[in-house]
């Protein structure tokens, strides 16, 4: 996969912005810096404005002045008027404000001249916020699958589950076709798990750009979980809230660990992980158990062949794991393939 997505959707977020930044940078100036990656535009401000009123004094010196004090070489010129100096620059021939002047491509030339100035100065600020956006999105998939609601009686009291849980109302295949119940801890680890895929692609990304790809991803459940607990569940107290979301947080380390295994030693590792998180070990019907986990290794493989500028703009979209269902339930070959004599000598070599 490409390894620029960043760089790329960074500039095309201060393309966008570029015109508009361009008028409120002469209001922006005298105001307050909104945060330290851009105090080096202020001060450049600061230093064209002395620049400016030195200029403007010499300028208006008495006319007697003898002629060999004007500067009269661009070095001596930069030295002596900061702000001429500029001016020539900006109007000397290949350059994107004299490109404007002269008739040439004045919107594109000044955006792109005004976002490569802004990138340099910006730095990782603007992935921040373009990666912020991204994950927001990809996490919005991530739940929709999990989604459920609690109906509360007159008293304000949700119905519960033997081991004393709100029970939901769940719809959808996790719920209605796999049978999973409809609990918080059910919609944590449905959600987890399309995380997890989203997780494996990240990893694509080049080392100075996942980090934040990842956390914000994360951030975003732990929000959404704290809401939950607050509306669906009625928990006000944060020192209770703090304690189920650091709980959720292990979780996550613990699903992460255990599907990389997973994906590395076979289906029957994975398998094993996903009925410790989804099914919480209980007995379940091993071809739903199979359908998740051909659900799964679709899903990482086909999000391998997102473009990154689809993926970081948030388009991807999960399929549904009801697809599976004809392919487990087709019998496999080797079934009903007898074993040979070279294999059953293995077998009894291995058993003693």
Known sequence: MASSFACRACKRALQQHASSFAQTTTRRSTAAPPSSSFSSLHRSSSLASRASRAAQQKWDAPPHMPAEDAPTSPAALENDDPLRAQQDRRTAPGNAYASASAGGPSHAAMSRAIAQGLHRRAGGSTETYVAY????????????????????????????????????VGEGWWYEGLGLTPTFNTWAQITFLHMYALTTRIRMFPEEHAPAWHQHLLDHFFYEAENRMVVHHNMQARGIRNRY?????????GVMAAYDEGLVKGDAMLAAALWRNLWKAEEINASGLATVVSYLRREIQRLETVSDEDFTSGEVAFGGPQREEALVAEESPLVSKPFTSAELEHKEETKN
């Open 245 to 253: 979301l650091q709980d959720l947080f292990i979780q996550w380390r």
């Open 133 to 168: 956006g991204g994950t927001e999105l990809l996490f919005r998939e991530c739940a929709r699958h999990a989604d459920y609601r609690v109906d509360k009686d007159a008293d304000g009291e949700a119905p519960k589950t033997a081991k004393g849980e709100d029970l939901g």
